[in-house]
């Protein structure tokens, strides 16, 4: 079975500095989606980024981008000049490409991201 | 992106009555629902999985006569919390998946407070 690893259940940064969350992963599986999904004090999950397992090229959303290291099974996100509205819960999740799957994803524990100002 | 509505936002109910919470997707065909709870400070725990038009799919430990679930449409998925209790106070999230990219949607959560 697959599982997701989030090791830093807290991480704090300086408002307009760069941080990277990380996340691990453990499949067999050679094709498969990750994605990091963002929980601010809302509650309303919200999606950062997606990245395709069979591209090799990082995926990128203007302030976010991904470090995609697929022998090692490492998924991680560097967030940008970071702003005061990027606090949240960052959750890393892993979803299979085979249909019997029933495109579940499999959530990590979260990173609680702290903006300084 | 593509919205996912859910509603209501918060319900408060007395324990022994049964609390309907409705999921739709806006812009798009949902052909399957997810249906997930959320305690504190932890992440999201799939109750069941819905695809339109046939029985849902329930993950060990979920009661299906508590938690009924109903997705007669495209467009709409149900929660129905039966008989409720006290420890059944949570929040609850819905989420849609948009076949075109692959991807899930998020309703805004309910939370589900029983006296």
């Known amino acids: 079975a697959q599982t997701v690893t989030q090791s830093q259940p807290e991480m704090s940064v300086q408002e307009a500095e760069t941080v990277t969350l990380s996340c691990t992963y453990d499949?067999?599986?050679?094709?498969?989606?990750l994605f990091w999904y963002k929980q601010p004090p809302s509650r309303q999950m919200i999606l950062v980024i997606r990245q395709e397992a069979y591209k090799q090229q990082n995926a990128t959303e203007n302030r976010f981008s991904v470090n995609f290291q697929k022998a090692a099974k490492s998924f991680s996100l560097k967030i940008s000049d970071s702003q005061l509205g990027d606090a949240a819960m960052y959750f890393c999740a892993y979803r299979s490409s085979f249909m019997d799957s029933n495109y579940q994803l499999i959530w990590g524990a979260g990173t609680k991201l702290i903006i300084k100002p | 992106g593509a919205v996912v509505s859910q509603h209501p936002s918060w319900v408060i109910c007395k324990s022994g009555t049964s609390v309907k919470i409705e999921c739709r997707s806006l812009d798009f065909q949902a052909t399957t629902m997810f249906w997930y709870r959320q305690f504190p400070k932890q992440s999201l725990m799939l109750m069941a999985t819905s695809n339109e038009g046939s029985k849902a799919t329930y993950e060990q430990g979920v009661e299906k006569d508590k938690f009924l679930i109903n997705h007669a449409s495209l467009t709409l998925s149900t929660l129905t919390v039966t008989s409720a209790h006290p420890e059944d106070s949570s929040f609850y999230i819905c989420s849609a998946r948009e076949v075109a990219r692959s991807i899930q949607y998020f309703g805004a959560g309910t939370r589900l407070s029983v006296l």
């Open positions: 499949t067999s599986e050679s094709d498969y989606y």
